[in-house]
């Protein structure tokens, strides 16, 4: 004999709609290309089903799975690097939905970023975050001009886009 309480739970739960929690995943690319003469990290979101890249060119990005990476790329007549660690969402302030621990982007041996957090943002961080960094050798400005560019952004928002995105180029001798 089925009671009176399971009649109604089975009654609530035909008519109570399937609920489901969005998912967002912060990681990182790179981006080689030998012919442009150009080495990038881009970052890479992932809200749901969307995809979210900050890159100049969509050709040759490969996504970087979780742990580190020693990255290297031959731009030209300079070599250049990126030491990074992409961390997978856990526990902690701002943690859940992962993060990338930049350790260095180097051209030639200089180094053109302090140890940063990369694609990550918390309330309480007052700097913009950097979401993009590329450097291109340009022969037109010098022979080892390197142009590099960085992206930085207040936050990521919900709506799948970075919040005031701004881009900074500089070229180095």
Not at 104 to 123: A, H, M, Q, W, Y
Not at 146 to 158: G, Q
């Amino acid at each position: 004999m089925i009671t009176r309480s399971f009649m109604l739970a089975l009654c609530l739960l035909s008519v109570w709609p399937l609920s489901h929690a969005d998912v967002i995943e912060f990681g990182a690319a790179t981006r080689c290309d030998r012919k442009e003469k150009t080495f990038e990290l881009a970052s890479v979101v992932q809200y749901n089903e969307v995809f979210t890249i900050v890159t100049s060119n969509f050709t040759d990005v490969h996504r970087l799975s979780y742990g580190n990476h020693k990255v290297s790329c031959a731009i030209g007549k300079s070599h250049a690097t990126a030491s990074l660690v992409v961390h997978p969402g856990s526990n902690g302030m701002c943690r859940g939905a992962g993060f990338v621990q930049l350790i260095s982007f180097s051209v030639g041996g200089r180094n053109l970023v302090p140890p940063i957090f990369f694609n990550f943002s918390c309330p309480d961080m007052e700097k913009r975050m950097l979401v993009s960094i590329r450097a291109t050798e340009r022969p037109d400005f010098g022979s080892t001009a390197i142009e590099v560019r960085r992206c930085t952004a207040k936050e990521f928002s919900i709506d799948g886009i970075y919040v005031d995105l701004k881009c900074e180029t500089e070229v180095l001798e």
